[in-house]
């Protein structure tokens, strides 16, 4: 597989639109096409292997699940990750001639990710550091009464940020990467220590996600009953997961309700507040 300027400027153009405030900022931008699970979608769309895109998202969003940015501090950027190792994780195990679904695939293509995950930070902070330029603009359009220009703080400047620091790096990186990657083909043998490493590297970077995840949503011994059930059920009835997913909105509903259901009950109820105010009046008379 071989990628195109054509394809890797069209690559470098949504790698500009996961952050960038015309895509709604976050929600649009960052949390949904950023995500390597549509990410994958993208790129299969793009470099014309749908299935192998796809697979290769689910790989890595494994292993970013949980991931978050608070307060603009990341460990590993999803932009990088979804529009430069995604690709080249795409090239790669085209290259190795890896069934897209099969296992090796995934633990290469987690590893492909997390390499270029490191990289895409320092591309984070280069747009964020260059966006402060743009907030110094605003600054001084407010002290001098022009309101109408801030919108270009917004809408208009970052996209010099975003075209130096997500759109080049990311062309040139999946252009010139897949060139690389193909080369390590034949450096690199199947049965290496290198290509083994990587497999097994890859292997449990999904327990580093699994972790994060469990940080967040686990608060007491009981909250891991579901979570267990979940893997239960997965591997012994081998569902799919869309078939998890609803059984996880079954017991999420359930737990909706038996909450709900506590909260009512420790209510008190019209008739008794009423009653106990005549208590109380009576005992005052």
Same mark, same amino acid.
């Given at each position: 597989?071989?990628?195109?300027?054509? @394809?890797?400027?069209?690559?470098?153009?949504?790698?500009?639109?996961?952050?960038? $405030?015309?895509?709604?900022?976050?929600?649009?931008?960052?949390?949904?096409?950023?995500?390597?699970?549509?990410?994958?979608?993208?790129?299969?769309?793009?470099?014309?292997?749908?299935?192998?895109?796809?697979?290769?998202?689910?790989?890595? @969003?494994?292993?970013?699940?949980?991931?978050?940015?608070?307060?603009?501090?990341?460990?590993? =950027?999803?932009?990088?990750?979804?529009?430069?190792?995604?690709?080249?994780?795409?090239?790669?195990?085209?290259? #190795?001639?890896?069934?897209?679904?099969? $296992?090796?695939?995934?633990?290469?293509? #987690?590893?492909?990710?997390?390499?270029?995950?490191?990289?895409?930070?320092?591309?984070?902070?280069?747009?964020?550091?260059?966006?402060?330029?743009?907030?110094?603009?605003?600054?001084? =359009?407010?002290?001098?009464?022009? /309101?109408?220009?801030?919108?270009?703080?917004?809408?208009?400047?970052?996209?010099?940020? *975003?075209?130096?620091?997500?759109?080049?790096?990311?062309?040139? /990186?999946?252009?010139?990467?897949?060139?690389?990657?193909?080369?390590?083909?034949?450096?690199?043998?199947?049965?290496?220590?290198?290509? #083994?490493?990587?497999?097994?590297?890859?292997?449990?970077?999904?327990?580093?996600?699994?972790?994060?995840?469990?940080?967040?949503?686990?608060?007491?011994?009981?909250?891991?009953?579901?979570?267990?059930?979940?893997?239960?059920?997965?591997? $012994?009835? *081998?569902?799919? /997961?869309?078939?998890?997913?609803?059984? $996880?909105?079954?017991?999420?509903?359930?737990?909706?309700?038996?909450?709900?259901?506590?909260?009512?009950?420790?209510?008190?109820?019209?008739?008794?507040?009423?009653?106990?105010?005549?208590?109380?009046?009576?005992?005052?008379?």
């Amino acid at each position: 597989m071989a990628i195109s300027w054509f @394809q890797a400027a069209i690559l470098g153009l949504f790698a500009c639109l996961c952050s960038n $405030s015309c895509m709604a900022g976050q929600a649009v931008g960052n949390y949904t096409i950023g995500r390597p699970l549509v990410g994958g979608l993208v790129c299969g769309l793009i470099l014309g292997d749908l299935k192998l895109g796809i697979a290769c998202g689910v790989a890595m @969003q494994l292993v970013y699940i949980a991931l978050v940015t608070p307060g603009g501090t990341v460990s590993a =950027d999803v932009r990088a990750i979804s529009y430069i190792g995604i690709p080249l994780a795409m090239v790669a195990i085209t290259s #190795k001639g890896l069934a897209p679904t099969g $296992s090796s695939a995934a633990d290469l293509a #987690k590893s492909v990710g997390t390499l270029v995950g490191t990289i895409g930070t320092v591309l984070f902070y280069a747009v964020a550091t260059l966006n402060l330029v743009w907030q110094s603009f605003g600054w001084k =359009d407010v002290q001098n009464g022009k /309101l109408g220009k801030l919108y270009s703080v917004n809408f208009g400047w970052p996209w010099i940020s *975003h075209a130096i620091f997500s759109f080049l790096p990311t062309m040139f /990186l999946t252009y010139y990467g897949s060139t690389a990657v193909t080369a390590l083909r034949n450096a690199l043998p199947m049965d290496g220590v290198a290509m #083994k490493t990587l497999f097994t590297v890859g292997g449990m970077l999904p327990c580093v996600g699994i972790a994060i995840l469990l940080r967040q949503i686990v608060s007491k011994p009981i909250d891991f009953i579901p979570f267990f059930v979940g893997f239960t059920l997965a591997a $012994s009835l *081998h569902l799919n /997961l869309v078939s998890v997913t609803v059984i $996880s909105l079954l017991f999420a509903v359930i737990f909706y309700e038996v909450e709900m259901a506590k909260g009512s009950s420790n209510t008190p109820t019209a008739g008794a507040v009423s009653a106990g105010n005549d208590d109380d009046e009576e005992e005052d008379i």
